[in-house]
């Protein structure tokens, strides 16, 4: 019992990750923009919510009606600004200029908020449990947080299967050449794809700021995870990267099950069988966005 | 009435001048042709027209407005509309959702998914497919019905024939009459002459990134056309 428990919270744990790895892998599909401040947006949303729970005396997960729209503006005017000038120039621009904001939003945390670490309290769901029989429960809390992933995977797999957003993205992701030809302007779908993923990434940063405690600098980890969810489960591959996530989440839970110290490590091991022994991830389908 | 007026155009691609001083104009519901061998600058020249290759402002005007560098889609919503060369399908896209792409802009007029399909009856037959699952030449009415679901007023076809066979190159210019026929204006890069001449009111041959030669077919002989190709 104790171990199916353990792969129990592993695969709910694996929703957090997906959520994580979602936007990181539209920006890429759609772009080819590997954005390496991805997790510091992620902490950054969990700081701002911070801010809205002090101020507004909010429950964190009404933060979220704030925070997620916020994050989506930035994403909008990031793009827009500073990333659109980058593109068309190969891979490295685009990391170098990523890898500089991920230590500009470190350290702007760092001087805003200390070092201290936060957590998010909403108020009793985060401990309260659904007891399933036979010994085994499950929070409602992990619970939450797999079926939001879930909704929102199917949610954007709906947007990019069927709507003209969508097909703009995958038309972009294909040939932005010829993309821009057939009248799609790039640089604002570029803008409107940050904004998703820097939304998505947010609600992400404010589950994960109730499920545990963060600091200035836990961004990093999460892109880390997010990562190897992403190439688990296969570049270019929605569902791929829920599997991936809850993959990284089984391995997880296992190995610090079997020694406190295991836990990342074990995820890590995992995630270099698959780039050993499939390179291109268990579900990646090439070139294709939506599946 | 001159729909498009090129003046002096040069085109660059970094270092590598492409274009020299193409002057031309094209009437509306006209058909003008270019032709010239490889490497002349033809698909530089569309492309530079469809807003991928960056102009001077004064270099291109459309219905009576200077659009040189314009982005390719404030082009697309002027009426400015590219065939490419290669025909540049999107392989993620299923034959409608290509065609769908063509409409993203929203410009009206007479083309329709339905009109489309009644133009080329195989791309509804295969609406679900991969748009890269067609032969070649069903991928070509591909692009060309994609082109016109933007309802174009000047639709810039660049090399229709490239890789087909000539029954089925045949075929596409006949459905290019009907597009004539909604009364958009064609400009029709070519390397196979003489489908060309049959079907242009004009012909401007390119050399080296510059007009060699401009005249009606009527009036052109093999000579004057083999001369203006390759030089004399």
């Not at chain 2, 929203?106 to 080329?120: I, K, S």
Request: hydrophobic fraction near 50%.
């Amino acid at each position: 019992m104790a171990w199916l428990d353990t792969i129990v919270q592993g695969i709910l744990l694996g929703g957090l990750y997906a959520l994580f790895a979602t936007g990181l892998s539209l920006i890429f599909g759609v772009m080819r923009l590997v954005n390496l401040a991805h997790g510091d947006f992620s902490i950054l949303a969990a700081f701002i919510a911070v801010v809205a729970v002090q101020v507004l005396d909010l429950n964190p997960l009404l933060a979220l009606i704030l925070v997620v729209p916020v994050m989506a503006v930035l994403g909008y005017g990031l793009q827009r600004l500073v990333l659109n000038r980058l593109l068309g120039r190969g891979i490295l621009p685009a990391v170098l200029v990523t890898f500089g904001l991920s230590i500009v939003i470190q350290n702007g945390l760092l001087e805003t908020f200390s070092a201290d670490s936060r957590r998010l309290n909403p108020g009793g769901i985060e401990t309260a449990s659904l007891p399933l029989g036979g010994g085994l429960a499950v929070g409602w809390f992990p619970l939450l947080t797999f079926a939001v992933a879930v909704l929102l995977l199917v949610g954007l797999q709906l947007l990019i299967g069927r709507t003209a957003l969508g097909r703009a993205f995958r038309a972009a992701s294909d040939d932005g050449g010829t993309a821009a030809l057939m009248g799609i302007d790039n640089g604002r779908l570029y803008g409107l794809a940050m904004a998703l993923s820097l939304a998505i990434v947010a609600v992400a940063g404010i589950f994960l700021g109730i499920r545990t405690t963060f600091t200035f600098s836990s961004g990093p980890d999460r892109l880390l995870f997010a990562f190897e969810a992403v190439i688990i489960g296969g570049l270019g591959s929605l569902w791929g990267t829920l599997v991936g996530g809850v993959i990284l989440g089984v391995a997880q839970t296992t190995g610090a099950r079997l020694s406190p110290g295991w836990g990342v490590l074990a995820g890590h091991l995992v995630f270099l069988a698959v780039l050993l022994l499939r390179p291109a991830g268990l579900f990646s389908k090439p070139r294709r966005l939506d599946s | 009435m001159t729909l498009l007026g090129v003046h002096a155009l040069s085109a660059f691609y970094g270092d590598f001048q492409a274009l020299f001083g193409i002057s031309l104009e094209v009437a509306e519901g006209e058909t003008v042709a270019v032709i010239g061998a490889n490497g002349a600058g033809k698909s530089t020249f569309l492309r530079a027209l469809a807003g991928a290759v960056p102009v001077p402002r004064d270099a291109v005007v459309f219905d009576g407005r200077p659009v040189g560098g314009h982005p390719a889609h404030a082009l697309v919503d002027l009426g400015i509309v590219l065939v490419p060369e290669g025909r540049k399908i999107f392989p993620s896209l299923s034959v409608e959702e290509n065609l769908l792409v063509g409409a993203y802009r929203g410009r009206r007029g007479p083309w329709t998914l339905d009109r489309v399909y009644r133009l080329f009856p195989v791309l509804g037959e295969r609406r679900t497919q991969p748009g890269t699952n067609l032969s070649g030449g069903e991928q070509q009415m591909l692009a060309i019905g994609r082109g016109l679901m933007a309802n174009p007023r000047l639709l810039l076809v660049d090399e229709i024939s490239l890789g087909l066979a000539p029954l089925v190159v045949q075929h596409l210019y006949r459905t290019l009459e009907a597009v004539k026929a909604e009364g958009t204006t064609l400009l029709v890069v070519e390397q196979d002459v003489s489908r060309v001449l049959a079907v242009a009111q004009r012909v401007y041959c390119f050399r080296k990134g510059s007009v060699s030669l401009h005249d009606v077919p009527a009036r052109l002989t093999r000579e004057q056309i083999a001369a203006a190709y390759f030089g004399a």
